[in-house]
């Protein structure tokens, strides 16, 4: 079991900067069944429950069309997680491996990402399935899922191919 701001075997924290050199707009807010980083789902789920993401005046104008969409990219900010450890363990076994190797709420910026399902929209307020964040998790931006769409400029020369060698 996992305890709360523990350093395992193997993993490294860091000294963390004194400042910051972005600023993000919380434009929403997202409501979850779960209240308690222990027991929230580490991976979202199609079949999870339906979760509610609340879009704040004036970015909830930017709601126009989302219903044409039937799954959403959400990324959100997990205000409650470690930003310090560069090193982690997540199998308690002490094999530690880099931060960005590793899907972990654990990072210098804690910026979560889902793929949900739009099961409607009501309002300013998205109703949503497959989350696994915190009630009151802060939404920094929705977008539809990018695997809806095609590139929009054909294939140039010199753009990576899948199969390339290069």
């Known amino acids: 079991m996992v305890r709360l701001n523990e350093v395992r075997a193997g993993e490294q924290a860091i000294d963390l900067p004194a400042g910051s050199d972005a600023a993000l707009y919380f434009i929403g807010r997202i409501h979850t069944p779960w209240t308690d980083r222990l027991t929230c789902p580490r991976q979202g789920r199609p079949d999870g429950p339906t979760c ?4 704040f005046a004036p970015w909830n104008r930017g709601l126009d069309s989302i219903a044409e969409f039937e799954r959403l990219e959400v990324l959100y900010w997990l205000h409650e997680s470690r930003r310090d450890l560069v090193m982690q363990s997540p199998r308690s076994d002490g094999n530690a491996r880099g931060v960005f190797s590793l899907r972990t709420p654990v990072r210098p910026n804690p910026i979560g990402t889902s793929i949900v399902e739009l099961v409607k929209v009501e ?33 140039q020369a010199g753009d990576f191919q899948v199969g390339d060698k290069s």
């Open 123 to 155: 309002g300013s307020t998205l109703i949503v399935r497959g989350l696994d964040c915190l009630d009151g998790t802060p939404l920094i931006d929705l977008k539809p899922d990018r695997s809806l769409f095609k590139p929009l400029a054909p294939a």
């Open 52 to 55: 509610r993401i609340e879009v």
